[in-house]
């Protein structure tokens, strides 16, 4: 006889996404809820840590022939539902510029799920993820340094701030280190408008990949948060850290400071205190659920072009920002360092 679930959470787009949806998927399986998950195209290593931290028969590989009583299912998954995916009661969560005026996606679909499925008080953190704290984790002696996530996606390159170097010698090489994967230090699209162009086209122009292509192969554009060598820093550690190590790092680390994006979800998923820089996206969609994991953003009235703010549609793959991506360069980082103290403190 089929399992039956008594709730699935699809989700896909990326490992933030999947790790919000997680809160929800913990509290159910608190209150006795037998809970699944579907993580789409989501990276494979990261399905599989998951599969390590909560049994690998609830991290569904697929969806044919799965059977629930409740489907949550996020908007960021957006392939067809197989037609011998069977549900009793469909729940469609999509976080927006209204929704998430009140509640961050995590509570989104936190409040769901507490709805569905009443229980215990909700955690701050996420009890389930495992840790190895290995020797070359050890090494690094963290407990005494910053953790720095100075990317994102290479396709969501506007997410980055670019003054990671001047808060590293503001702090001192030797009292931080640098995470990250391939992808963080992929700048082909990391490139905006200069202010000529931005001046002289109109916006529906500069939303076009073509003009940014043509202008960037002029000499029309300008380097966005480009650190050239990163990878090749002695405390930089990129694609060297399994998913368990991080997780430890960000439990042990001094305090955290990174861009929105997947590693900054796990270290607050994780525990970690610190900064999240907000920009382009969202503070109120995207903004850590552990109160240690603080968000810092300007608030420009162009912010956030995630949701069309100031009348601009943040792109991917290139930058479309007629600002010079000001939201994020103007967070200097004698204010990320102010910030810190207080949240060290």
């Not at 930089?236 to 790092?249: G, K």
């Not at 970690?272 to 820089?277: F, H, S, T, Y």
């Not at 991917?316 to 103007?330: E, L």
Request: hydrophobic share 40%; proline share 8%; with cysteine.
């Amino acid at each position: 006889m089929e399992k039956t679930w008594d709730v699935l959470f699809i989700v896909d787009s990326g490992i933030g996404n999947a790790l919000e949806a997680l809160y929800a998927f913990e509290h159910c399986r608190r209150a006795g809820a037998e809970a699944a998950l579907f993580l789409g195209e989501i990276s494979r290593s990261f399905q599989d840590y998951l599969r390590s931290c909560y049994g690998p028969e609830r991290v569904l590989p697929g969806l044919e022939g799965v059977h629930c009583r409740d489907l949550v299912h996020s908007f960021t998954h957006t392939a067809p539902l197989p037609a011998s995916l069977r549900f009793e009661r469909y729940f469609y969560v999509q976080p927006d510029a209204l929704s998430t005026r009140q509640l961050s996606e995590t509570d989104l679909s936190l409040h769901l799920a507490q709805a569905l499925f009443p229980g215990p008080e909700p955690r701050d953190v996420l009890e389930g993820l495992r840790e190895d704290y290995s020797d070359r984790a050890r090494a690094l002696a963290p407990e005494g340094k910053l953790m720095l996530y100075a990317g994102s996606t290479a396709e969501n390159a506007v997410k980055r701030w670019p003054h990671f170097a001047e808060l590293e010698r503001a702090v001192g090489p030797e009292k931080v280190f640098f995470v990250g994967g391939r992808s963080d230090y992929d700048f082909r699209h990391s490139h905006a408008y200069g202010p000529l162009v931005a001046r002289l086209a109109p916006q529906p122009l500069l939303n076009r990949q073509r003009f940014w292509r043509l202008a960037k192969g002029l000499g029309l554009t300008r380097p966005h948060a480009h650190f050239p060598g990163l990878p090749q820093k002695p405390n930089a550690y990129y694609d060297l850290f399994s998913w368990p190590e991080l997780v430890a790092l960000a439990r042990r680390c001094r305090g955290f400071v990174g861009n929105d994006g997947g590693l900054a979800h796990l270290a607050g998923a994780a525990g970690a205190r610190g900064l999240v820089l907000f920009g382009p996206s969202s503070l109120h969609k995207n903004r850590p659920r552990n109160p240690r994991l603080r968000p810092i953003a300007l608030g420009l009235p162009c912010s956030p072009c995630q949701f069309g703010a100031g009348g601009v549609s943040v792109a991917k793959y290139f930058i479309n920002c007629p600002y010079q991506v000001r939201c994020m360069s103007g967070i200097s980082a004698q204010d990320v360092l102010l910030e810190l103290e207080k949240t060290l403190r």
